[in-house]
């Protein structure tokens, strides 16, 4: 795979954040903690930017990170 934008990948993260963040129960589990701090205070995600150019590698790691929590 190239290196690629992503599109539309912030908005998908915002409303995870406000997920976990209205539902801070799901917080308890070390998974979901570590995913939030880990994705979900990205600096840019607050900003209104739809577009991320983050490495192949990054979004695989994202990916598997979100793989691992639990609702």
Not at 47 to 62: L, P, S, V
């Amino acid at each position: 795979m190239n290196d690629l934008l992503h599109p539309n990948l912030y908005p998908h993260l915002r409303k995870m954040k406000h997920f976990f963040v209205g539902h801070p129960q799901f917080l308890k589990h070390p998974e979901n903690d570590l995913y939030f701090r880990k994705w979900l205070t990205d600096a840019f995600l607050d900003t209104g930017i739809e577009t991320t150019c983050w490495e192949d590698a990054r979004i695989e790691e994202m990916f598997k990170d979100l793989s691992e929590t639990r609702i």
